[in-house]
């Protein structure tokens, strides 16, 4: 089992829609979780941070978090074609130690 | 301010070379990072430095040698690297055990 897991895509929705991310993670000691946007050639850049229960808003981005599940999930409200990179789910075991799911590649189609 | 520069943005070497990779933040973080991303893949953790002291290897091959001089910089010296080492490497930051801010990558390529 993968200590993070994420559905590699692609994911294509329209413009205006919803995307739905979703992340599952295998230790149950994490205690911090993050969403980074990376665009081609680029580095990764961070989106958004979670580390209690439930969900989280920043403009167009609602992260949630469910540590009973031990599922993490982003959703994308008024998709935007600029939205259309990999989404990487990032998980920090302890100690620094993070570890990134392998991406989900989003396509926002105009 | 959330900058990590890094430098050089590519790099092109051979096997026989040694060069070195620098990263710099000024946001007063302590946690410094070296990952490692072939195309296509996801970061791969090399090496962590908490308080400037080296915290997680990941075993990574000795060739790959890190440094960190003060709570500002990191290096990543490089020694008899293979043509499989070519990857874009990355440098981040944080406070331990919060958000990490990425440079924009040093790109590398071993002839």
């Known amino acids: 089992q993968k200590e993070v897991e994420q559905n590699s895509g692609p994911l294509s929705v329209p413009e205006g829609a919803i995307a739905s991310l979703n992340c599952t993670y295998s230790d149950r000691v994490s205690q911090s979780f993050f969403w980074y946007r990376q665009y081609s050639g680029k580095s990764p850049e961070l989106i958004m941070s979670i580390y209690s229960n439930g969900d989280k808003e920043d403009g167009r981005f609602t992260a949630q978090l469910n540590k009973a599940s031990q599922y993490v999930s982003l959703l994308i409200r008024d998709s935007q074609p600029s939205d259309s990179a990999t989404y990487l789910c990032a998980v920090n075991k302890a100690r620094n130690d993070m570890r990134f799911g392998a991406g989900t590649r989003l396509t926002v189609k105009p | ?111």
């Not at chain 2, 040694?18 to 070296?34: I, T």
């Not at chain 2, 990952?35 to 962590?48: G, I, R, S, T």
């Not at chain 2, 430095?49 to 990941?58: A, H, R, V």
Request: aromatic share 10%; glycine share 4%.
């Open chain 2, 1 to 111: 301010d959330t900058e990590v520069t890094q430098t050089p943005k590519h790099l092109v070497m051979g096997m026989t070379n040694k060069k070195s990779l620098k990263c710099e933040q000024h946001m007063g973080h302590r946690a410094m990072y070296w990952y490692k991303q072939k195309a296509k893949k996801p970061p791969e953790l090399m090496f962590v430095y908490s308080y400037e002291k080296l915290s997680i290897n990941e075993s990574v091959p000795s060739r790959f040698s890190p440094e960190c001089p003060n709570s500002s910089l990191l290096n990543l010296h490089l020694h008899a690297l293979q043509p499989e080492d070519s990857a874009l490497y990355l440098c981040a930051s944080s406070q331990p055990s919060y958000e990490q801010y990425f440079g924009p990558g040093t790109r590398l390529t071993v002839t």
